[in-house]
């Protein structure tokens, strides 16, 4: 167990819908990053929040946005969904707002969604 | 750009068979480098890691060394078992931006007993 706990574990729902994914960091870490893994292209990296900051930003479509709240969870929504989003997302969180000195990402178990 | 370059899977190997699995980088400057895998229906888990070149990162039986000279950090196992079956992912996060950690394609490996 991570410690990094995401919900919902799977959803299902269809094209031009919009959804929220939620993660929950450790206790203690201050950054979340968020990752979409599809068969075709890998592991993404989307977005990444520091203490309620957004830090960095990768691959992510203007469709989809993120934010972290106080008390350091963050949420992802996607929204006019598209067939070619089904993927599964991860989130993952670190103490430090880089990774460098540890190297170490503490990943949930992923929220799989598939848009039908 | 930075970026990982890892060995197309799957690779499906026999009990206690020696294991390999290439990773090279592209990175300004000296990145650090990781192996991290993925177990059916887990997250990613750190396995090992290099910081500096010519440094070894060693856990569970998994090896790699930094290789500068060949821009390069492959996995071994001398002898596999069937619970190494997983998703195994190369990393590097560039110094240039701590933030962000970028990893390779993946490589699934399935272990035959």
């Known amino acids: 167990d991570s410690g990094v706990t995401q919900t919902p574990k799977h959803l299902i729902t269809a094209t031009g819908q919009r959804v929220t994914l939620r993660c929950s960091p450790r206790?203690?870490?201050?950054?979340v990053y968020w990752y979409q893994q599809s068969l075709d292209q890998g592991l993404q990296f989307l977005i990444q929040y520091y203490n309620g900051e957004e830090r960095a930003k990768g691959n992510i479509l203007e469709r989809f946005s993120a934010q972290q709240f106080p008390d350091l969870h963050s949420e992802l929504n996607l929204s006019s969904l598209e067939l070619g989003d089904s993927a599964l997302y991860f989130c993952?969180?670190?103490?430090?707002?880089?990774?460098?000195?540890?190297?170490?990402?503490?990943f949930g178990e992923g929220s799989r969604l598939t848009v039908l | 750009g930075d970026s990982v370059t890892q060995m197309e899977g799957p690779v499906t190997l026999s009990e206690e068979a020696f294991l390999t699995i290439n990773c090279t980088y592209t990175a300004t400057g000296y990145p650090s480098l990781f192996w991290y895998v993925q177990y059916p229906g887990e997250g990613l888990q750190l396995l090992l890691k290099a910081t500096k070149a010519d440094d070894k990162g060693s856990n569970k039986g998994f090896e790699a060394t930094y290789r500068k000279e060949t821009t390069s950090f492959h996995l071994e196992k001398g002898s596999v078992q069937v619970s190494d079956s997983a998703v195994y992912f190369c990393?590097?996060?560039?110094?240039?931006?701590?933030?962000?950690?970028?990893f390779g394609s993946g490589t699934r490996l399935s272990i035959r007993p």
């Open positions: 990393a590097l996060i560039p110094r240039s931006s701590a933030s962000k950690i970028i």
């Open positions: 993952a969180s670190s103490v430090v707002n880089g990774v460098s000195n540890t190297g170490e990402l503490f």
């Open positions: 206790s203690g870490d201050l950054s």
